[in-house]
């Protein structure tokens, strides 16, 4: 009975950073040749980073795979190593002259490419290739075209990379092959429904075909994308037998015992606002590593929105990283003076009161015969805003400090927000995240101890930028709100349809006009973590000149 030790290397990679990822493969490497290990694998595109985007059409793209193939073979002495990267395709490769610097990539495949004892054995290209939401993979690479079996130390083993194993005819064409158990790579990002998804697709393939199944995920946040690991081997019949932590980059083993895959390491699967709170977390902390900001400065309103992300960047980045910033005017209430206050208190970070009120005032006296004659408006709201953008982003200058937008999903989709106001910043922490779960979130956080105060929690929500004003002056009530917004944005249906379903149909025309003319605003809005089925940015794309109607 052949039985053999099996790593899968749940990989935070940095895109672009070939040497930081080599180096961790290396790592991985020496220890698992320690541990006795026989096989490591690592997720799809380890070596470049998910998802590298135009890097992928450099000509120095070429030299850099060269380089790394050289490392790779070396990595993999005394062990197999099972890893995702681009390749040339054929044709390519064969016109490739490694002395022509200027060679610039057409064709490439997204491979799982295997190395054995210092050479490279085989690899199989990435059959089924996604081109939807927020995938692009047509643009870069060519699918491949068979299926591929790789005998390692006696074992027959499938290879797929990621979407393969969601098409049931590739995982079948594998599988009738012959093969031991199947190995899929992958870059899979975060959404709140994605990892039950997952489980069924995995478990559906494995006790259809007879056949284990070994999935390694990347996990770190990159950009918009997030990914969570949460790697998982599931047995022939379908029962997962290992399980990885969700957002932790670690390792984990399983053996081959000669006629299945069996584990011990099992973890329980995290709350959903668990899951949530650290996809936002891991999100703004990789962005933060990943670009080189160390610290960030917050608008702190005594709102929840804000409160909300302040705990996030806490969490994120430390305290001693993070300044809190109250920029009060006529209309804030003394509550939310007090209530900011107390929660830059508790959460130990550095917290600064700045008055707009003498900006604002400069403003409105230079402006007032160019406003003479015209009404009282959102105008002069949006002025206050903008006050406490300029502040931040000075702040944000002289410290070399990246300002955290505070805006949730369901203010960005109607527009409720300020340009180069609330929305200046660099980062957008709750971009993705509807308001129904920022109240669900701020719950969360304060499951042991009181971080956001109750008070934050309980009040109507208000912008406070007029007297007595409250959001469901503008807005329906968010639980109603967020219904219909993502009947429209996420499963895009028809406001007909959404009407159907039980809504007031003014109300609902009203809601989705205001989605599609705010396009303009939410196209110069911060990148910030993608959460949900359908995020805005690269996951929604729709014209902001258009004269569609519904």
């Known amino acids: 009975m052949t039985q053999r030790s099996i790593r899968l290397f749940q990989m935070n990679a940095t895109v672009g950073d070939f040497s930081k990822n080599l180096q961790k493969l290396e790592r991985a490497a020496d220890q698992a040749r320690a541990d006795g290990i026989s096989i490591l694998i690592?997720?799809?595109?380890?070596?470049?980073?998910?998802?590298?985007?135009?890097?992928?059409?450099?000509?120095?793209?070429?030299?850099?795979?060269?380089?790394?193939?050289?490392?790779?073979?070396e990595i993999s002495e005394g062990l197999t190593l099972c890893i995702g990267l681009p390749t040339l395709a054929p044709k390519m490769l064969r016109d490739y002259d490694p002395g022509d610097l200027s060679f610039k990539p057409t064709s490439l495949n997204n491979s799982l490419v295997i190395y054995q004892c210092g050479r490279r054995l085989t690899e199989y290209h990435k059959n089924s290739l996604p081109n939807y939401q927020v995938f692009d993979?047509?643009?870069?690479?060519?699918?491949?075209?068979?299926?591929?079996?790789?005998?390692?130390?006696?074992?027959?083993?499938?290879?797929?990379?990621?979407?393969?194993?969601?098409?049931?005819?590739?995982?079948?064409?594998?599988?009738?092959?012959?093969?031991?158990?199947?190995?899929?790579?992958?870059?899979?990002?975060?959404?709140?429904?994605?990892?039950?998804?997952?489980?069924?697709?995995?478990?559906?393939?494995?006790?259809?075909?007879?056949?284990?199944?070994?999935?390694?995920?990347?996990?770190?946040?990159?950009?918009?994308?997030?990914?969570?690991?949460?790697s998982f081997v599931v047995d022939r019949r379908g029962e997962v037998v290992a399980q990885a932590n969700f957002f932790a980059e670690e390792m984990l083993d399983v053996t081959w015992n000669g006629a299945d895959l069996v584990g011990s390491r099992l973890v329980a699967l995290p709350s959903k606002d668990w899951l949530l709170y650290e996809a936002i977390v891991t999100g703004v902390r990789d962005y933060f590593a990943k670009t080189g900001f160390k610290k960030a400065v917050v608008g702190l309103s005594g709102g929840i929105d804000s409160a909300l992300t302040?705990?996030?960047?806490?969490?994120?980045?430390?305290?001693?990283?993070?300044?809190?910033?109250?920029?009060?005017?006529?209309?804030?209430?003394?509550?939310?003076?007090?209530?900011?206050?107390?929660?830059?208190?508790?959460?130990?970070?550095?917290?600064?009161?700045?008055?707009?009120?003498?900006?604002?005032?400069?403003?409105?006296?230079?402006?007032?015969?160019?406003?003479?004659?015209?009404?009282?408006?959102?105008?002069?709201?949006?002025?206050?805003?903008?006050?406490?953008?300029?502040?931040?982003?000075?702040?944000?200058?002289?410290?070399?400090?990246?300002?955290?937008?505070?805006?949730?999903?369901?203010?960005?989709?109607?527009?409720?927000?300020?340009?180069?106001?609330?929305?200046?910043?660099?980062?957008?922490?709750?971009?993705?995240?509807?308001?129904?779960?920022?109240?669900d979130l701020a719950r969360f956080v304060n499951r042991d101890r009181e971080v956001i105060p109750e008070r934050v929690i309980s009040r109507p929500p208000s912008a406070e930028l007029a007297p007595?004003?409250?959001?469901?002056?503008?807005?329906?009530?968010?639980?109603?709100?967020?219904?219909?917004?993502?009947?429209?944005?996420?499963?895009?249906?028809?406001?007909?349809?959404?009407?159907?379903?039980?809504?007031?149909?003014?109300?609902?025309?009203?809601?989705?006009?205001?989605?599609?003319i705010n396009e303009y605003k939410r196209r110069q809005s911060a990148v910030g973590p993608r959460v949900t089925a359908r995020g805005f940015g690269r996951d929604r794309r729709y014209p902001i000149a258009n004269r569609w109607s519904f």
């Open 137 to 230: 993979e047509r643009r870069y690479f060519v699918a491949g075209t068979e299926p591929k079996v790789c005998a390692i130390e006696g074992i027959r083993i499938g290879l797929l990379v990621c979407e393969d194993v969601w098409v049931p005819e590739i995982v079948e064409a594998t599988c009738a092959l012959g093969v031991d158990f199947i190995v899929v790579v992958n870059a899979s990002p975060f959404a709140e429904t994605k990892i039950a998804e997952r489980y069924w697709h995995l478990r559906d393939r494995a006790s259809k075909n007879h056949t284990p199944i070994a999935y390694v995920n990347m996990v770190g946040g990159q950009d918009e994308l997030v990914f969570d690991g949460g």
């Open 310 to 439: 302040l705990v996030c960047a806490v969490d994120a980045l430390g305290a001693e990283n993070v300044h809190a910033v109250m920029m009060p005017y006529l209309y804030t209430a003394e509550i939310s003076v007090t209530d900011a206050t107390r929660q830059a208190e508790v959460l130990g970070c550095e917290f600064s009161i700045l008055s707009i009120e003498p900006m604002v005032r400069e403003f409105m006296g230079m402006l007032g015969p160019s406003f003479e004659g015209h009404p009282v408006d959102a105008t002069e709201e949006n002025i206050q805003s903008r006050c406490r953008g300029v502040l931040l982003m000075a702040l944000s200058n002289k410290t070399n400090a990246l300002v955290l937008t505070t805006g949730n999903k369901s203010e960005m989709a109607v527009g409720y927000a300020t340009l180069y106001g609330d929305m200046a910043g660099g980062f957008a922490v709750l971009k993705d995240v509807w308001k129904t779960r920022v109240y």
């Open 42 to 73: 690592a997720p799809e595109l380890a070596l470049t980073g998910y998802p590298p985007e135009d890097l992928l059409l450099r000509p120095a793209l070429i030299q850099k795979l060269d380089v790394a193939e050289t490392k790779l073979c």
């Open 468 to 516: 007595g004003q409250a959001d469901s002056d503008s807005l329906p009530p968010y639980n109603r709100l967020d219904q219909m917004l993502s009947l429209y944005i996420e499963s895009d249906q028809s406001p007909q349809a959404i009407i159907d379903s039980g809504f007031d149909s003014k109300e609902v025309k009203r809601i989705c006009r205001l989605v599609d």
